[in-house]
Antibody, heavy 121, light 109 residues
Framework: EVQLVESGGGLVQPGGSLRLSCAAS????????MSWVRQAPGKGLEWVAN????????YYVDSVKGRFTISRDNAKNSLYLQMNSLRAEDTAVYYC??????????????WGQGTLVTVSS | EIVMTQSPATLSVSPGERATLSCRAS??????LAWYQQKPGQAPRLLIY???TRATGIPARFSGSGSGTEFTLTISSLQSEDFAVYYC???????????FGPGTKVDIK
């Protein structure tokens, strides 16, 4: 059974840092593109970042470029999101999501349950 | 940048009725369009990809159509478990950017 379990969320002050983790199991983690997607309270979904299977390609939404870094450790079956210079508008539930392996079909076929990040003084 | 819009924002439907949700892209995304369902307190679930292909385990009452800039998700006969928020997502610019629509909430009339 595919499982994605996020951790690392919490309350942080504006300008602070936080590192999110996503533990993957039930599939060959190193074979999949992975992403982070966030959802502000009561709002819609927003894609945050993508990372290729070997970590050689990374892409970010403009609003987090230069502040967030996506990474992975295939030996540990883990995905990470390092978040620096946090702002109030980064407050959201952060989901880890697996990208479908079907060529040309870049959709999220599995999601974690999310971890809440609150940026507030 | 491709902007996704969805209408209506809220759709009130009685159980057993048909629901039709719309998604529009600001420029063509070909058939690179997916639909997700999200219930309160849960992660989204993939319903449709390639504009019209049901994901594994999705009931036949869910169907998708469209291409280019105009897309539709139809739920043929609403069940109680279908009341949720539905998001469209374009992946035409994969892997550099994904874009979700703002969502349509389907609630009980």
């Amino acid at each position: 059974e595919v499982q994605l379990v996020e951790s690392g969320g919490g309350l942080v002050q504006p300008g602070g840092s936080l590192r999110l983790s996503c533990a993957a199991s039930g599939f060959t983690f190193s074979s999949y593109w992975m992403s982070w997607v966030r959802q502000a309270p009561g709002k819609g979904l927003e894609w945050v970042a993508n990372i290729k299977q070997d970590g050689s390609e990374k892409y970010y939404v403009d609003s987090v470029k230069g502040r967030f870094t996506i990474s992975r450790d295939n030996a540990k079956n883990s995905l990470y999101l390092q978040m620096n210079s946090l702002r109030a508008e980064d407050t959201a539930v952060y989901y880890c999501a697996r990208v479908s392996p079907t060529p040309g079909i870049a959709v999220y076929d599995y999601w974690g349950q999310g971890t809440l990040v609150t940026v507030s003084s | 940048e491709i902007v996704m819009t969805q209408s209506p924002a809220t759709l009130s439907v009685s159980p057993g009725e048909r629901a039709t949700l719309s998604c529009r892209a600001s420029q063509s995304v070909s058939s690179n369009l997916a639909w997700y369902q999200q219930k309160p307190g849960q992660a989204p679930r993939l319903l449709i990809y390639g504009a019209s292909t049901r994901a594994t385990g999705i009931p036949a009452r869910f169907s998708g159509s469209g291409s280019g800039t105009e897309f539709t998700l139809t739920i043929s006969s609403l069940q109680s478990e279908d009341f949720a928020v539905y998001y469209c997502q374009q992946y035409n610019n994969w892997p550099t950017i994904f874009t979700f629509g703002p969502g349509t909430k389907v609630d009980i009339k």
